[in-house]
């Protein structure tokens, strides 16, 4: 890749304004609405490179976002080591699990591995509210303490901004540079073939297991610095509705790019919130099933309308413009 | 490109057996390709032709038999460890990979001469970054060497037929391979594709290659090959060079069936 390449000036646009915001404005709700923005796109721009671009289909996603804030939370919590400690030790134990369960589920396809991907999810929602002495049962973990490093401790909506905006870009940029090495052409060409894949000498189930460990860490270091933030976790913040949330940040903003499920959560996060803001007397119940709705007829319109989602659309407006323009300027 | 040890013989099948349910595929074939030819196995719709090449290719494990490339017995092994020790091959419908351009296609057939694992790429370490432009220039090399280097940067979408079986005859190229399996190369091309084809196979035979190719196109073969296998239900029927199974009472009988 040539410089301009590897940091293209979209994304060095987008990085500045990620930073200077918090410069420039001093309403905590935008700071924190942009946090979650920022740990859920991180969660679901990993789901998108999985489930779109490697082409297996696994809905355990929200569960290694949980585990990753359970375990950095108990870690925390219980004083068993330093806060931070909690986030690699999170992740050390969500790379494991996904390792011994991703090993035997990637034999699965399609509907199949979603299916088997959905159970795991379930049941590690179940056994997070029943296994109160250590996770405190139903009504969560309470009394986190806050993240610190180095005698430096995380304590305003500020500093987790960088945080979780620091964790948001380095996987996007991560994620970027291996989509475009061998790892990333070898990820693409066994959701194409995998025959003719592994006959061009790819390992293809071990490359499976390493996209799905990958990911899963992701979501894992994302759930930490979450249970970090809010102080506080519950079994449910980590089940069917997020999937829902993740699945339809994925569709709306695109998954065969990478940053377009990161459009999607800044899409789909502000649309909650503007719901709730303007709907609010009509609706006094605001729950995840009234998002839901609302969700679910913008997946339908975007699968009808757009259905590369918005990160598909602008690519084929780019694509549209060049031929355009191209054309004038040869003429 | 390694030269093949021992006898002049670089692989070598005996036996070679696969049933699928009731079907047999493959009964016990056995015969050998010499280092630096082209061999072909020819044979009607349904004799076993692509079964032989995915067994020989690992996608398939034979239910009994032997295949030893270049001494070694590679038997069931599987298709990506065949293709580390030398052996490409290309598809009857290509099996490109569509979500990568025409060069990303090639810079797969790479992936075992390069050694970047997955945290050199995602740190994009300077390592990873020279052995990928140096494979880019090397796979860049190898569409050059099918006539499609003006391509590169296309979607496999954008290209016609031809050129796409062209893309995954370069594709395997990009393995340095000692043995290039072709099922079916020259199946819906043009006449004169079909000469170009041709004349590519020829320079990549002068290059070193052995080339095993599994056709219809009867011209092409009996033009092209120096020896050919013919296959029917499975079962090897005929050995021999062009002239020879040209007047083969067997041959021409699974062809043009039998007469009453």
Known sequence: MTLKERFPLPWILFAAAIIALPLVTSS???????????????????????????????????????LGA?????VATRGIAPPWMGVIMGALFVALLSYSIGAPLLRLRGFYLANATFALLLIVEILLAQLGPITGGHEGLLGIPPLSFAGFTF??????????????????????????????????????????????????????????????????????IFCFYLRFTQPGVFGFPLLVELITMIIIGGGKTLYGPLLGAFVITWLREAIHMYLKDLLPRMTAEVDAIFFGILIIVILIFMPGGLAGWVSQLGRVSRRVFGKAGRA | ?????????????????????????????????????????????????????????????PDAGEIRFQGQD????????????????????????????????????????????????GFSLPSMRREDRQMREEAMQDLAMVGLDGRAHDAISQLPLGERKLVGIARALAMKPTLLM????????????VDRLVRLLYTLLDNGLTLFIVEHNMPFVMSISEHIVVLDEGAKIAEGPPGEIRANEDVIKAYLGEEH
């Open chain 1, 70 to 74: 359970y375990a950095a939370g108990i």
């Open chain 2, 74 to 121: 590679i038997a069931g092994l599987p298709a990506h460890l065949v293709a580390a020790r030398g052996i490409g091959r290309t598809f009857q419908l290509e099996e490109l990979f569509g979500s990568l351009s025409v060069l990303e296609n090639v810079m797969v057939g790479c992936h075992t001469r390069m050694r970047a694992g997955m945290f050199a790429a």
């Open chain 1, 155 to 224: 304590e305003t909506d500020r500093h987790y901004y960088f945080v979780a905006w620091g964790l948001c870009l380095g996987t996007l940029w991560f994620l970027y540079n291996l989509m475009n090495s061998r790892f990333g052409r070898a990820i693409k060409a066994f959701s194409d073939s995998e025959v003719a894949a592994s006959s061009m000498g790819i390992n293809v189930p071990r490359y499976k297991l390493y996209v799905f460990i990958l990911t899963a860490v992701m979501a894992s270091l994302a759930g930490s």
């Open chain 2, 182 to 193: 072709l099922d079916e190369p020259a199946g819906g091309l043009a006449a004169h594709e």
């Open chain 2, 1 to 61: 490109m390694a030269k093949p040890v021992g006898p002049d013989l670089i692989l070598q099948a005996s036996g070679v057996r696969k049933y699928f349910g009731g079907i047999h595929a493959l009964e016990d074939v056995a015969f050998s390709v010499k280092a630096g030819a082209i061999l072909s196995m020819i044979g009607p719709n349904g004799a076993g032709k692509t079964t032989f090449i995915n067994v020989v290719s690992g996608i398939y494990a």
């Open chain 1, 28 to 66: 905590s709700y935008l700071i924190g609405v942009m946090i979650f923005i920022a740990l859920y796109g991180a969660v679901a721009v990993g789901m998108g490179v999985l489930n779109e671009q490697a082409g297996l289909f696994s809905l355990a996603h929200p569960t290694w976002f949980g």
